[in-house]
Antibody, heavy 118, light 110 residues
Framework: QVQLVQSGAEVKKPGASVKVSCKAS????????INWVRQARGQGLEWMGW????????GYAQRFQGRVAMTTNTSISTAFLELSSLTSEDTAVYYC???????????WGQGTQVTVSS | QSLLTQTPSVSGTPGQRVTISCSGG????????VIWYQQLPGAAPTLLIY???QRPSGVPDRFSGSKSGTSASLAISGLQSEDEAFYYC???????????FGGGTKVTVL
């Protein structure tokens, strides 16, 4: 069965960077884009960007341009999200997700809590 | 600020029908299919409706989706206590905006 398993919770200081991983299994990793979505406590879902594991192409939400990087390691079927220059407003649960536009094959990771605190 | 507008909350008694609306624009809902997610506390969202009105296998037929122009709606008929959750609409925007989500609707079963 398809699974996206994310790395554990992180606590970072303001100004630092965080790198979250998302290991895929149960399907051909290079066949689907990986999206990253975050959710602050009590808030809605916010799309951060996508990456195509096959081509390496990426697309980032404008508000994260310049401080976000999405990468993959196809040899271990793992996607990575790196966010830099963290502030308290980046405290949220970060999800990786497979979100095909025209099918029901949507899968989400379990989420990774990132807390930014001095 | 969410690019799709949802009613913040709706409530109903068991067995009732409730409807959640989602309003967008020509570049998202007006162009692409609408997705609906259910999110329980502390859990990742799960797919409820895709392609405007298609239910994945395993989703009860009490849930139905529709779309007209730049708006969409999710109806829950025969409301049950386990339907108490947050519901989000979503649609692909364009290469600049990517996936856009509604702000979420809290459904309360009285």
């Amino acid at each position: 069965q398809v699974q996206l398993v994310q790395s554990g919770a992180e606590v970072k200081k303001p100004g630092a960077s965080v790198k979250v991983s998302c290991k895929a299994s149960g399907y051909t990793f290079t066949s689907y884009d990986i999206n990253w979505v975050r959710q602050a406590r009590g808030q809605g879902l916010e799309w951060m960007g996508w990456m195509n594991p096959s081509s390496g192409n990426t697309g980032y939400a404008q508000r994260f341009q310049g401080r976000v990087a999405m990468t993959t390691n196809t040899s271990i079927s793992t996607a990575f999200l790196e966010l830099s220059s963290l502030t308290s407003e980046d405290t949220a649960v970060y999800y990786c997700a497979r979100l095909p536009l025209y099918s029901s094959n949507h899968y989400w990771g379990q989420g990774t809590q990132v807390t930014v605190s001095s | 600020q969410s690019l799709l507008t949802q009613t913040p909350s709706v409530s109903g008694t068991p067995g009732q029908r409730v409807t959640i609306s989602c309003s967008g624009g020509s570049s998202n809902i007006g162009t692409n299919p609408v997705i609906w997610y259910q999110q329980l506390p502390g859990a990742a969202p799960t797919l409820l409706i895709y392609g405007n009105n298609q239910r994945p296998s395993g989703v009860p037929d009490r849930f139905s989706g529709s779309k007209s122009g730049t708006s969409a709606s999710l109806a829950i008929s025969g409301l049950q206590s386990e339907d108490e959750a947050f519901y989000y609409c979503a649609a692909w925007g364009d290469s600049l905006t990517g996936w856009v989500f509604g702000g979420g609707t809290k459904v309360t079963v009285l």
